[in-house]
């Protein structure tokens, strides 16, 4: 975990240089000139950092993901999230302690490795520390944004599609895109889709949620800043194989 200011600023530099310089997401003036990604809850969050002791200080960040808990998001102004999806059916009910006693939800976001260091080894840093930290905070559940590349919806019919018909959330824990914000992700019929050639495309974050047994939002929503179309992710703890937990975390579930 980021231990100061230098290394928030080191990861914000590194999400600059993905999402700005590599991926084309839209910079206002002042990112530009200073060359960071910055928004205003980054100082509420925990930064996770994969680092490359022998790369010079300022260029040793080379992957980063953004955690914000449950308890801490209840105690300032809500999550990320929020501003895409309505998540009222998540917490129903619940307030800072009952997280605390019967495991919390935690966002992730704002994921990117430097493109030379993405490699297996590189995502497995990231995840063991996602499982370290989901042990400490007792977290039973995880969310937040995971992003198709381009706006362009016929693009991403197959893929969408594919995704609501064999991974759309239960009623009791779905997730809508807000209103303003909602496209439709049911675009095909289940029987025209080549699912084969669908999985191989998705990126492999999301890919990667898939095989944890993750469930998805009703819904995808244009994300202009960065040239996206995201769709939401809700995964279990417990939904996760237990080879895979066990792999990352090397220890019991927390719940």
């Known amino acids: 975990m980021a231990q100061d200011e230098s290394e928030i600023i080191a990861a914000q530099h590194l999400r600059y240089r993905v999402f ?3 991926m084309g997401a839209a910079a206002t003036q002042q990112m530009a000139r200073d ?12 930064h996770l950092l994969v680092i490359d002791h ?5 260029e ?14 209840i105690a300032n102004d809500g999550f990320y999230s929020a501003s895409e999806y309505d998540l009222s059916p998540l917490f129903m009910g619940r307030d800072a302690n009952t997280a605390r ?6 966002e992730l976001g704002r994921s990117c490795v430097r493109a030379e260091y993405r490699s297996n080894a590189t995502i497995q840093f990231l995840w063991k520390g996602i499982a370290e930290y989901v042990y400490q905070h007792k977290v039973s559940y995880l969310f937040g944004c995971a992003s198709l590349p381009g706006t362009d919806l016929t693009d991403h019919a197959e893929a969408l599609s594919y995704l609501y018909h064999n991974f759309r959330a239960p009623e009791e824990l779905c997730v809508y895109a807000v209103p303003s914000r909602h496209i439709e992700m049911n675009m095909m019929a289940a029987d025209q889709i080549r699912e084969r050639d669908v999985v ?9 949620y898939l095989r944890c047994g993750c ?3 009703d819904g995808a929503v244009i994300d202009k800043q960065f040239g996206t179309t995201d769709v939401f992710i809700l995964q279990s703890i417990a939904r996760v194989p237990d080879k895979y937990f ?10």
């Open 35 to 46: 060359k960071l990604d910055v928004d205003e809850f980054d100082p509420i969050c925990d």
């Open 54 to 58: 022998s790369l010079p200080a300022d």
């Open 200 to 208: 191989k495309a998705l990126p492999p974050l999301i890919k990667g």
């Open 60 to 73: 040793s960040v080379v992957g980063t993901y953004r955690l914000l808990r449950e308890e801490v998001a």
């Open 215 to 217: 469930y998805i939002g």
């Open 20 to 22: 700005y310089e590599e």
């Open 101 to 106: 006693q019967h495991g919390q939800f935690l």
């Open 246 to 255: 066990a792999h990352l975390a090397r220890r019991e579930r927390p719940l």
